[in-house]
């Protein structure tokens, strides 16, 4: 069985794949449009860094409220596996 640490921890990698990728995925295209010594237009190459910018905040944001609304959840007062051992032993 898998834990649910493990889960997390692979949903969190498999997400910042996905970000690294949205983020400079389109940075091979401007090399390769270089190389053909095609024109690039500068203001439609800074708005592509801005939506890259863009899309890395919203990943970013979501893996950390993601995080946040996980650990709220599993460490409520409600949680019955947060309730205090009121067991005492006697040896």
Known sequence: ???RLTISWT???CLSIIGYFSIFGSNFINVSAQEAEELIVRR???WDLFYQ???AAF???ALVQGTLIYIYW???ESNPKNKPRTEKREA
């Open 53 to 55: 910018g863009m899309v």
């Open 44 to 46: 439609v190459a800074i």
């Open 74 to 76: 599993r460490f409520r």
């Open 59 to 61: 990943v970013v944001g």
């Open 11 to 13: 949903m969190i990698g």
């Open 1 to 3: 069985m898998v834990s």
